[in-house]
T-cell receptor
Framework: GQSLEQPSEVTAVEGAIVQINCTYQTSGFYGLSWYQQHDGGAPTFLSYNGLDGLEETGRFSSFLSRSDSYGYLLLQELQMKDSASYFCAVRDLENYGQNFVFGPGTRLSVLP | GAGVSQSPSNKVTEKGKDVELRCDPISGHTALYWYRQRLGQGLEFLIYFQGNSAPDKSGLPSDRFSAERTGGSVSTLTIQRTQQEDSAVYLC?????????????FGAGSRLTVL
């Protein structure tokens, strides 16, 4: 089976740094992605890690350790607009070759 | 089109009625996905298309759910004899190909309410 785990909620203040963790169990693995979803909006792509290590895109960074089946999203210099739900997703190429499985999501609240 | 387009954006129906939800993916995107998202929940995979074929139908919750895709473009998700537990936002996403693409582009979703 496939499963991903994330914390359900995280709260931080403006300007702070927050890390959202994701652990996964899949029958196959082809990369870890992160998506942001504001209330009432569509999920939007943030980052992708196919190999171990850190990927940086502006204030957001994402990390992957395939040996630990673990990754995280790091958000720096938090802004109020970062309040949203964040989903990790794993691409499983062994199950018909194309399934993107999403985690349950982490709701981030940024306080002033 | 420029983005993934879904219609209707909102649908209220009575229990037992059939509904059709439409997804128009980004032009040139060969892979198309349907997900269901209940209020405050994560994304539940329903079905995936590569071109017009659906190699993975494992996520369809019951035989009341079906989907098709024609011309490698527009897809329709049909729910027959709707039940209250079908109330959710149905999200469609597309991507460039089934091998090298790692980015899903989502539509705004179709919010279904079954009374």
């Amino acid at each position: 089976g496939q499963s991903l785990e994330q914390p359900s909620e995280v709260t931080a203040v403006e300007g702070a740094i927050v890390q959202i963790n994701c652990t996964y169990q899949t029958s196959g693995f082809y990369g870890l992605s992160w998506y942001q979803q504001h209330d009432g909006g569509a999920p939007t792509f943030l980052s992708y890690n196919g190999l171990d290590g850190l990927e940086e895109t502006g204030r957001f960074s994402s990390f992957l350790s395939r040996s630990d089946s673990y990754g995280y999203l790091l958000l720096q210099e938090l802004q109020m607009k970062d309040s949203a739900s964040y989903f990790c997703a794993v691409r499983d190429l062994e199950n018909y070759g194309q399934n993107f499985v999403f985690g349950p999501g982490t709701r981030l609240s940024v306080l002033p | 089109g420029a983005g993934v387009s879904q219609s209707p954006s909102n649908k209220v129906t009575e229990k037992g009625k059939d509904v059709e939800l439409r997804c128009d993916p980004i032009s040139g995107h060969t892979a198309l996905y349907w997900y269901r998202q209940r209020l405050g929940q994560g994304l539940e995979f329903l079905i995936y298309f590569q071109g017009n074929s659906a190699p993975d139908k494992s996520g369809l919750p019951s035989d009341r759910f079906s989907a098709e895709r024609t011309g490698g473009s527009v897809s329709t998700l049909t729910i027959q004899r709707t039940q209250q537990e079908d109330s959710a936002v149905y999200l469609c996403a597309s991507s460039l190909s089934d091998s090298g693409a790692n980015v899903l582009t989502f539509g705004a979703g179709s919010r279904l309410t079954v009374l």
